[in-house]
């Protein structure tokens, strides 16, 4: 194969350290088109040296210049609801993943939780799709709910915006810091093993 990937580059870890030059083409760039942070990683310690500079770069392009801080995430219960059938809750809520942001978020929770916990699964709906289309399975969204009956923890949030609410971030931006927010929530939650967890996407949503 052509190319080896790296998993999750604004996740937590390395599927694999080798990476054929080409990948980050483009924004982290110059205008000669000599790539300034060109992958050259020898071991997977400079990869991943490489991979905390690589994030740190497109927080900065992607992000108003850096990473931003953590705020209070005011996280509001709107609906409960039991799904008998499949043996879990499904729980409708929002959070802010900025201080002027809310985010609105949709969880499928298994009614058993095992002594180590639930793997945790981050599931993102494609162009026009909703939150709650993905855990009830609707239009092209059945993942969330499959996921659900087979045990995981499933979150998932709306991320179809189209307007820019500040300016000096792009639109992929603000989506891609709202699902790494809720990514944060489903770990931190005690029902989840945080040694397993997962995406799901379809489309553009996959950052």
Known sequence: MRWRFLKYLMG?????WQLVPG???GTLGTPDG???MRFKAQSPGEA?????????????LMMGGKKPEATPLN???????????GGYVL????M???????IHVWLAIPNQVPEGGLPGMLSLHGHGGTGEEMVRGESLYWYGKAFAEQGYFVATLDIGQHDLQHEDWSLMGER????????????????????????SELQSHSF
Do not use: G
Request: aromatic fraction near 6%; charge should be negative; charged fraction near 35%.
């Open 91 to 94: 729980e409708e809520l929002t």
């Open 176 to 199: 891609t810091w709202d699902a790494l927010v809720c990514l944060d929530y489903l770990c931190n939650r005690p029902e989840v093993d945080r040694s397993e967890e997962h995406t």
């Open 23 to 25: 990948l980050m083409a």
């Open 96 to 102: 802010n993943s900025l201080p002027d942001r809310e």
């Open 34 to 36: 000599t790539r300034s």
């Open 75 to 85: 996280v509001k219960v709107i609906s409960r609801e039991e799904v008998p059938d």
């Open 48 to 60: 991943r040296q490489w991979q905390k500079k690589a994030r740190t770069k497109l927080f900065e």
């Open 12 to 16: 937590a870890s390395l599927m694999s």
